[in-house]
């Protein structure tokens, strides 16, 4: 806790493999420090009343109960953090339950870095905001709640490349990022056509996302398998 610039960032996610992946991403891409993991509510209400984080990624299910009800706690009232709610809940009764107890964002799984890096740094944008501001009128408030990620963030613009099909693809790799696919196993568990399925993966490789690999057999062409990008 010595540098109070650095905020402090709690990840509550019962899947292993998945918050150590959130936990890369926010160490190499913020100035932001996890504080620790927490893989049930019991875990994160400890380390909620140790560290009083800034923010809390929080997945909904989780062995002892759900995250939602986290958030309307006094524990969580009592200190000043926000909340990115990240959860397979895609119901409407879920989601608007969070966002009535003042969830900053709400990310469906299976999650995109890309999506978890525009909300992060929209929250980082409203903080800094906050600090710089003494005195604000209706109009500087509504800017101030519509903050924009940077542009780097935003959805991708290329032709033929949509949002939630490209969060799927990215999503088979970020799951096992050890693991090289091919062409037709990435489609298999996406459930795309191989011409779909061609198109995001090149699009992948042209963004850096993943990388090529030639596999040479004994007879026939070499194959080209894709993998996470180091």
Not at 51 to 59: G, H, I, K, T, V
Not at 159 to 173: A, D, H, R, S, W
Request: with cysteine; aromatic share 8%.
């Amino acid at each position: 806790m010595n540098n109070h610039n650095i905020l402090d960032v709690l990840i509550v996610e019962d899947e292993s493999h998945l918050a150590a992946l959130h936990r890369e991403f926010i160490e190499q891409n913020f100035n932001l420090r996890v504080i620790g993991i927490a893989g049930t509510l019991a875990q994160a209400k400890s380390l909620i009343q140790q560290y009083q984080p800034r923010l809390l990624l929080l997945d909904n299910y989780l062995p002892d109960g759900q995250g939602v009800e986290l958030i309307n706690t006094p524990l969580l009232k009592n200190i000043d953090c926000s909340v990115i709610f990240i959860t397979a809940a895609s119901d409407m009764q879920t989601c608007s339950q969070a966002m009535r107890s003042g969830a900053f964002d709400y990310i469906i799984k299976p999650v995109s870095f890309q999506r978890l890096r525009s909300s992060i740094e929209r929250f980082l944008n409203l903080i800094h905001s906050l600090r710089s501001l003494t005195v604000i009128d209706q109009q500087g408030l509504d800017k101030l709640y519509n903050l924009p990620a940077s542009e780097g963030a935003t959805a991708p613009a290329a032709k033929g490349i949509e949002p939630n099909t490209l969060e799927l693809v990215q999503q088979v790799f970020i799951t096992q990022p050890q693991r090289s696919w091919s062409v037709d196993e990435v489609v298999a568990q996406v459930g795309i056509s191989k011409t779909t399925g061609r198109r995001y993966l090149e699009y992948c490789v042209e963004t850096r996302f993943i990388a090529v690999e030639m596999q040479y057999g004994n007879i026939g062409h070499p194959r080209r398998l894709y993998r996470l990008a180091k």
